[in-house]
């Protein structure tokens, strides 16, 4: 048995490789069915969300708007670990901050 990489660089196990494409088919259709559902319902389903799951709404804002420099750069409190903060996005509500 051989140890480490068995192939050379540019090599590979499956030469004939999988067809090109074949990855991204799903992703894109997935994606092309979602932003169709967004468009359908989009608004409602953010409204509906904010009223009947505010932490999850919260956690979606949190997760599209910042990133982790941003949020630790001047917005979250001076000496807060980063265990702290993701306790926060996780559940603000009971988060023992």
Excluded: C
């Excluded at 468009?39 to 599209?64: E, H, K, M, W």
């Excluded at 917005?75 to 009971?94: C, F, K, N, T």
Aim: no cysteine; charged share 25%.
């Amino acid at each position: 048995m051989t140890r480490g990489k068995p192939w050379r660089p540019g090599q590979s196990g499956n030469p004939a490789g999988r067809p090109a494409g074949t990855r991204n088919k799903l992703g894109e259709a997935f994606i092309a069915a979602l932003a169709d559902d967004f468009a359908q319902n989009g608004v409602d389903v953010i409204r509906a969300t904010r009223v009947r799951f505010p932490a999850a709404y919260l956690r979606l804002v949190a997760s599209v708007t910042f990133k982790h420099d941003e949020a630790r750069n001047g917005i979250v409190p001076e000496g807060m670990s980063d265990d702290e903060l993701h306790a926060i996005i996780r559940d603000p509500i009971g988060a023992d901050i």
